[in-house]
């Protein structure tokens, strides 16, 4: 009979899971990995990720960076441990009811959102495809529970949870823009005043020109609910027609 091979987990996610093996020799631990993966994390919020390195967090717990090679080596496996420990769906999170499952998928919409605003670093990791990780692979499975009595196809479910996790993370990233955001001394359409004119960008011109449009385009919290509502309709109307 051949022998059959189980892929292998990135290093940073078999730690995530608790199935790296642990070296035998060595001295005895004075620490654990939730104390350095915390470390990391709160020095990503207060620092960005950049700041984040094996020596950086190792003089936050006050110990030699060997310290840390036994139980994460590299800042990548680091990162990984990071980003799902961050991404922890929260204690009061509702199990997701399939009967209001457009309800369900928005609420866990907005729960990603608010996680990406607490951690805004996440936005800078490196993407890795799909989750591989148990708290960000969580957050699908609550999207497959709240779809699980819809005529939705297996397919479409993956896609629905591909198309929101991915909108959250773009408008999380806009919500972080210090142009976007407001936070910048001068607004976005004073930051273009300069250099749009009306024979090459006559639609910008007058789309500034409304009185509608404030001095300072700053992400809201509508702007996040438009793209939202847009989705849940489109999915809604494909449920329908899958029925």
Same mark, same amino acid.
């Given at each position: 009979m051949a022998e059959t091979h189980r892929a292998q987990l990135p290093r940073g996610a078999e730690l995530a899971w608790a199935t790296a093996r642990e070296p035998k020799r060595g001295p005895r631990p004075g620490l654990n990995l939730g104390q350095i993966v915390h470390a990391a994390i709160g020095?990503?919020?207060r620092?960005? $990720?950049?700041? *984040?390195?094996?020596?950086? *967090?190792?003089? !936050? $717990?006050g110990c030699a960076t060997t310290s840390l090679y036994r139980y994460v080596r590299a800042k990548e496996d680091l990162v990984l441990l990071m980003r799902d420990t961050a991404a922890a769906p929260p204690p009061d999170l509702h199990r997701p009811d399939p009967d209001r499952w457009e309800q369900s998928l928005r609420r866990l919409a907005e729960q990603i959102f608010a996680r990406y605003r607490a951690h805004p670093w996440m936005l800078d990791t490196p993407p890795t495809g799909p989750p591989t990780t148990p708290n960000e692979l969580m957050w699908g499975e609550h999207m497959l529970r709240a779809m699980s009595r819809t005529t939705l196809s297996a397919p479409d479910r993956l896609r629905a949870i591909t198309l929101i996790t991915g909108y959250v993370r773009e408008q999380a990233r806009l919500a972080a823009d210090p142009v976007i955001a407001g936070e910048a !001394?001068?607004?976005? *359409?004073?930051?273009?005043?300069? *250099?749009?004119t009306p024979d090459r960008y006559p639609m910008f011109c007058q789309l500034f020109a409304d009185e509608t449009i404030t001095s300072s385009i700053a992400y809201t919290d509508q702007d996040f609910q438009f793209g939202l509502d847009r989705i849940m309709t489109g999915l809604t109307d494909l449920a329908k027609r899958s029925a």
């Open positions: 020095l990503a919020d620092s960005g $990720l950049a700041a *984040v390195s094996l020596a950086r *967090v190792a003089a !936050e $717990l !001394e001068s607004g976005y *359409v004073q930051l273009l005043s300069g *250099v749009l």
